[in-house]
């Protein structure tokens, strides 16, 4: 059974830094690209940012680009978002994603709150 558990989340004021992990179980891990989600109240959910399965190449949300990386440790079967630089509408649930062809699996979310 393919599981995404996504660890990182909380509260962190405006300016401040989170590091989100997500880890990952039941798959190949290295055969996947991962991506980043997020989904504010009231809004649709939008893809952050995403990276191959050898890492090689990633792509950002324009609102994101030059504070978010994402990267991945196959070895450890764990994608990261390290998010610099918060701003208040970056407040969202983040969800990791693994998609491989027609597979597609998400994980439940950690919540990111920015805020004084």
């Known amino acids: 059974q393919v599981q995404l558990v996504e660890f990182g989340g909380g509260l962190v004021q405006p300016g401040g830094s989170l590091r989100l992990s997500c880890a990952a179980s039941?798959?190949?891990?290295?055969?996947?690209?991962m991506r980043w989600y997020r989904q504010a109240p009231g809004k649709e959910r939008e893809l952050v940012a995403g990276i191959t399965s050898g890492g090689g190449s990633t792509n950002y949300l324009d609102s994101v680009k030059g504070r978010f990386t994402v990267s991945r440790d196959n070895a450890k079967n764990t994608v990261y978002l390290q998010m610099n630089s918060l701003k208040p509408e970056d407040t969202a649930v983040y969800y990791c994603n693994a998609v491989r062809f027609s597979r597609d699996y998400w994980g439940k979310g950690t919540l990111v709150t920015v805020s004084s």
């Open positions: 039941g798959l190949t891990f290295s055969n996947y690209a």
